[in-house]
């Protein structure tokens, strides 16, 4: 996410331009990580799964103690709208933060601070579909046993500082063990493994996010009939493992090709991994048509967040 020129960008309910700062230095997710957030794609103007996105922002921060605030209804109708009439491709990113105030201890009665930014996608990895991405195991671990383990709060660094030392050893990304030794995530992603035809995927109680492409990929795996497990993988599982994707709502589907140096089945995209792309299209496909409405209306997405906040 940039906010370059030509990003659309409301802070607490108020349109503004991006590139001009419009946060107290004292914010708490500046200060403090204290917040929470979401990622979207807006596809031809629609936002995929905005309901799903919203539930999971709700109850993250119902988990941390932050109330969403009243006018992000607003917010929301507002955003999708502006997409809808330009029918943007875009990445929505949607940050709340506890608000404003010094000090450790939350502070009584501030308001928390909404932060909503649309950006053009950005451009999928040359060769990714054909080459795939390589991965490293991080030295770093996934506390699963965090309170805050499985939410999409603002605390990012371990998988800053993983991501940067997997592109240190020329790696494109990094694969995070949970503190048993379980494999439990990308650094911005969940991931799958297909052994033998049989697809896993890490549970929650690995620390994983529940994410929402993670959920959607689920169902188009079920109908497919391929069996999907979610019981813990130990990290030597990738040894015999025949393809390995990772899924996340900016990246879609990518496939990864080799961990640590030593390539997953025949080293390139597998079949799988395929047609969970080709499903995944479809799926994409199928929810902008259903959302084909007149100019500038309100999806139902909104209108059930709406009642929700």
Sequence with gaps: MTGRPGALCWVNGLRVDPLRPALSVTDRGLTLADGCFETMRAYAGVIFRLDAHMARLADGATRLGIDVPAHLDATITDATRAL????????????????????????????????????????????LATR???????????NEHSPTAGLKTLAYTDAVLALRAARAQGADEALLLDTAGHLSEGSASNVFVVVRGVVHTPPLGCGALPGITRAAVKEILAGLDLPVTDEPIPARALESADEVFLTSSVREIAPVTAVD??????????????????????????????????????????????DRV
Excluded: F, K
């Design 132 to 142: 795939g991405l390589s991965a490293r195991i991080a030295a770093g671990r996934r």
């Design 261 to 306: 140096g030593r390539p997953i089945g025949s080293g390139r995209p597998g079949p799988l991994t395929q047609r969970v792309r080709d499903g995944y299209r479809a799926l994409v496909a199928a929810t902008v048509r259903d959302h084909e409405l007149p100019r500038g209306a309100p999806s139902a997405d909104v209108r059930r967040v709406a």
């Design 84 to 127: 809808s009439e330009r029918r943007l491709d875009a990445v929505v990113r949607l940050t709340v933060t506890r608000g404003t105030g010094a000090g450790l201890a939350p502070p009584p009665g501030v308001p928390p601070t909404t932060v909503l930014l649309v950006d053009p996608p950005p451009e999928a990895p040359p060769g």
